[in-house]
């Protein structure tokens, strides 16, 4: 099969070197065609703000996924938690 045109080859290597931004696009494009229909009174305000709480989701999942952000959360929460083990320790052995 040939290719329709030379220059999808360039879009691709755009979009796979720069996932992000791409997904920060794609997600501000679908907020700005949830609030247009909405100001339009297509949408009711409970509606938009769902559908826009779901674009705003994804847009989180993907970068947290993407960053390793999970990581850093699990790297803090393991800290407060020897942080406070040992507060507990301290306050409460006295006792």
């Not at 501000?28 to 769902?50: C, E, H, K, N, Q």
């Not at 994804?58 to 407060?80: A, P, Q, S, T």
């Amino acid at each position: 099969m040939q290719h329709v045109s030379a220059d999808n080859d360039r879009v691709a290597q755009w979009c796979a070197a720069h996932p992000v931004l791409l997904a920060f696009g794609l997600c501000a494009f679908g907020l700005a065609v949830v609030a247009a229909v909405w100001g339009f009174g297509i949408l009711t305000p409970a509606t938009a703000t769902v559908i826009a709480f779901i674009y705003a989701a994804c847009l989180g999942g993907f970068l947290m996924k993407y960053l390793g952000i999970n990581e850093f959360i699990r790297g803090v929460r393991f800290l407060w938690f020897v942080l406070t083990g040992v507060w507990w320790l301290l306050t409460f052995w006295r006792a």
